[in-house]
């Protein structure tokens, strides 16, 4: 199940980002995000976190949401494969 | 297309002067949008015109009014009830003579009644809450507050909020936070007009396709 997350969450990015198809592609563990792009600022990230919620069928609590799981492409992707593992 | 006023009812009687754009020929079908909310508004604009555009040239009239407290209106948002809203809506279907309406996310929960409506990817009231507490949880906790959805909410049903820049009263964050989409209008998806909808984009943008494919419904739908 958690093979897909990666693929998803490429995609999801590439929306919210509005990046060119194939962009995300070169994204790797150490890629930053929060903090890194200037268009994720925090209503956008509220904008990502829904969008990986209704995409991965995951249900993130507010308290879950911290600087390291948004820094990095690696950080979340770790993030949504632990939450789908355990959804 | 042209900036046009209409008169919006005044919750204390009387009426105050609201800004819509229109595509206005006097033709036999006339279009009413309610516009997406708050954040998303912005986003959706150029998109929601370029469908607009794409309707005038289809031989249909539209309609997209500002709700009382948003975008040029001079009435202040946090003295907004969703009473207010949905009798501007009506209003702005009854100056403007519309047979048809269609709501965009957010303004889905606003589309007046008694006219052949579509919603196109309705969003109830608690997602938009949510999707803005939480935006105002993240930023406090960049700026070192924490603070809770919990006492957000208590906070707002008292004493209103202010979630991503917009004032939001007591009274209207109680009965918003409670709307749903009426279930009579037709839903156009997002599938429909294939991609991901520009609402969930970190900025403005547009997309010609879906402008054409969400007009195409409609077009469709305004014919049969």
Partial sequence: MSDDTDQLLRRILTDVLGLKPGQADGFDADTGLFGHLPELDSMAVAGLLT???????????DDEIDGEMLETFGGLLAFAEAKRAEA | MTPATWPCPLPAGGAAREYALVFDRGRQHRLLILPALFDESNRLR?????VMRRLDAAGIDGFLPDLPGCNESLQPLEQQDTTDWTDAATAAARHFDATHALGIRGGCLFTPAGLPVWHYAPAKASS?????????????????????????AEMAVVSGIELSGYPIGADFFRHFEKMAPDPRATVIAQDALGGSGLWTRAEPDENSAQADALAAIVIAGIAR
């Fill in chain 1, 51 to 61: 969008e990986l919620e209704d995409r991965l069928e995951i249900v993130i609590e």
């Fill in chain 2, 46 to 50: 150029r998109f929601t015109v370029e």
């Fill in chain 2, 128 to 152: 938009i809450l949510r999707q803005m507490m939480r935006a105002r949880i993240l930023s406090a906790r960049e700026a070192g507050r924490e603070e809770t959805r919990e006492l957000l």
